[in-house]
C-alpha cells in the first residue's frame, strides 16, 4: 500500500532532530537528505542550532515563540525561502500574548 511515509522502519529516518547538544557528526548527517533528496523537508531544530544553515529546500518554518527583535524573527522565519524560485512560508506560534506583548 503506498502512502505519504516510506514502507516499515524507514520511515523514522525522515524525521531528525538538530540541537547544539546533539554531536556534530549527527547533525551533519541530519543535513545531507536536504541536500540530496527534494522529498525531504521537515527538521526540528531549536534556534542558535539553525543559525547559519543554508538549505534551499525548506518551503516551511515553523517557529515557536516571538524573539526580541523584529531582525531576529526576520531571521527565524528566514529558514524557509533560500530559493527565489519557489513560495515559501514562515509562520510563528506565540500562543498567549503577555501584558508586554511577548508569549
Not at 516510506?6 to 523514522?12: I, K, N
Not at 531528525?16 to 527534494?38: H, Q
Not at 542558535?48 to 531582525?71: E, F, H, K, R
Amino acid at each position: 500500500m503506498g502512502g505519504i511515509y516510506p514502507e516499515g522502519s524507514r520511515h523514522l529516518e525522515n524525521i531528525r532532530l538538530w540541537t547544539s547538544i546533539t554531536p556534530a557528526t549527527y547533525n551533519n548527517k541530519t543535513l545531507d537528505p536536504f541536500k540530496d533528496n527534494e522529498d525531504t523537508s521537515f527538521i526540528v531544530a531549536t534556534i542558535p542550532s539553525g543559525m547559519g544553515m543554508n538549505l534551499q529546500s525548506i518551503l516551511d518554518s515553523i517557529n515557536l515563540g516571538l524573539p526580541t527583535t523584529y531582525a531576529g524573527l526576520v531571521q527565524q522565519n528566514g529558514r524557509a525561502g533560500r530559493n527565489e524560485s519557489v513560495d515559501s512560508r514562515g509562520c510563528t506560534y506565540c500562543g498567549k500574548l503577555n501584558a508586554f506583548g511577548g508569549c
